[in-house]
């Protein structure tokens, strides 16, 4: 059987699941059961925060046959997860960007759902539609089938045609705070039997920039690495880092100037492929650490 990445072993499968974006989910969960569901719903936010994750499970609550809504269990729930299902298509605007494609879409958009309660188009990376096939979508979305709901995610919604926004529902996913991250970590390593210290957790979370998927990926990408047992050192070889000993090591020559150690140092670094903006920002980080000693 191929191997599944941690990312997506470990995607959430319900509203319970999902991690740092509490408003969006309880705004949604009462939607959901107020039947006050919206046609068109626009999630913007950086990469790895959750929204075409999100998307996905709104897409099995409006169909879920379970309960609570989604349960994960019944068939529609199941079959969205796997892709499968009839009703909920997902489209990936960098590739599908013009109007014959979004025509072709739009014609498809009157026949009601086959097997679940809605028909759910997710259209992601939607800021790469063409102005013409943005103005294709505009009349379907002023006046929408009933059974219809457009999910719209992207990360740069500054490109998105106003005329567009103000037909949707927007929520803005935040970057996912390190706290969480680790916590989520911790808990994918006490599933899969990694081995990791405290630390180097603490600096994948640091690293991630608020993304849980490129935290997860980044774990699963030492994992193989180190074998199951990673340390400090293999995260700080990865990421490009270096370690605090030897920042202040290079701070003590540059204070006391040993010129020719920094510039050794520094040509050591280049020959190991460093990258230099993350030497600054860990040179940022130690001098701040040190002043509120």
Same mark, same amino acid.
């Given at each position: 059987?191929?191997?599944?990445? /941690?990312?997506?072993?470990?995607?959430?499968?319900?509203?319970?699941?999902?991690?740092?974006?509490?408003?969006?989910? !309880?705004? /949604?969960?009462?939607?959901?059961?107020?039947?006050?569901?919206?046609?068109?719903?626009?999630?913007?936010?950086?990469?790895? !925060?959750?929204?075409?994750?999100?998307?996905?499970?709104?897409?099995?609550?409006?169909? @879920?046959?379970?309960?609570?809504?989604?349960?994960?269990?019944?068939?529609? @729930?199941?079959?969205?997860?796997?892709?499968?299902?009839?009703?909920?298509?997902?489209?990936?605007?960098?590739?599908?960007?013009?109007?014959?494609?979004?025509?072709? /879409?739009?014609?498809?958009?009157?026949?009601?759902?086959?097997?679940?309660?809605? #028909?759910?188009?997710? $259209?992601? &990376?939607?800021?790469?539609?063409?102005?013409?096939?943005? *103005?294709?979508?505009?009349?379907? /979305?002023?006046?929408?089938?009933?059974?219809?709901?457009? $999910?719209?995610?992207?990360?740069?919604?500054?490109?998105?045609?106003? !005329?567009?926004?103000?037909?949707?529902?927007?929520?803005?996913?935040?970057?996912?705070?390190?706290?969480?991250? #680790?916590?989520?970590?911790?808990?994918?390593?006490?599933?899969?039997?990694?081995?990791?210290?405290? #630390?180097?957790?603490?600096?994948?979370?640091?690293?991630?920039?608020?993304?849980?998927?490129?935290?997860?990926?980044?774990?699963?990408?030492?994992?193989?690495?180190?074998?199951? *047992?990673?340390?400090?050192?293999?995260?700080?070889?990865?990421?490009?880092?270096?370690?605090?000993? &030897?920042? &202040?090591?290079?701070?003590?020559?540059?204070?006391?100037?040993?010129?020719?150690?920094?510039?050794?140092?520094?040509?050591?670094?280049? &020959?190991?492929?460093?990258?230099?903006?993350?030497?600054?920002?860990?040179?940022?980080?130690?001098?701040?650490?040190?002043?509120? #000693?």
């Amino acid at each position: 059987m191929a191997y599944k990445s /941690l990312y997506r072993t470990y995607r959430p499968q319900t509203f319970k699941d999902v991690a740092g974006q509490e408003a969006i989910i !309880t705004t /949604l969960k009462h939607a959901i059961d107020e039947k006050k569901i919206a046609h068109a719903y626009l999630f913007c936010g950086p990469r790895g !925060t959750g929204k075409t994750t999100v998307a996905k499970l709104l897409a099995k609550a409006v169909n @879920c046959t379970g309960d609570p809504k989604p349960c994960g269990e019944c068939e529609n @729930c199941k079959q969205i997860e796997n892709g499968t299902h009839p009703d909920v298509i997902e489209i990936d605007a960098a590739s599908n960007n013009g109007v014959e494609e979004v025509r072709s /879409l739009i014609d498809k958009v009157k026949y009601a759902p086959t097997q679940g309660q809605y #028909k759910v188009y997710i $259209i992601d &990376e939607v800021h790469m539609m063409s102005p013409g096939a943005f *103005n294709a979508l505009l009349k379907t /979305l002023e006046e929408p089938p009933e059974h219809i709901i457009f $999910i719209l995610a992207t990360t740069e919604p500054h490109k998105i045609p106003l !005329t567009i926004m103000s037909r949707c529902q927007s929520f803005e996913f935040k970057p996912i705070p390190v706290a969480t991250i #680790k916590e989520r970590l911790k808990y994918i390593c006490a599933q899969e039997n990694i081995n990791i210290d405290d #630390k180097s957790l603490n600096l994948i979370a640091e690293e991630s920039n608020g993304g849980l998927r490129d935290a997860v990926s980044m774990l699963d990408q030492l994992n193989a690495y180190a074998d199951g *047992n990673i340390k400090y050192e293999d995260v700080l070889l990865l990421n490009g880092r270096i370690n605090d000993d &030897e920042i &202040e090591k290079f701070m003590t020559e540059m204070v006391n100037d040993d010129l020719n150690s920094v510039f050794t140092k520094i040509e050591s670094w280049q &020959e190991e492929g460093k990258n230099f903006i993350y030497i600054c920002e860990d040179f940022i980080r130690f001098l701040r650490n040190e002043l509120i #000693k």
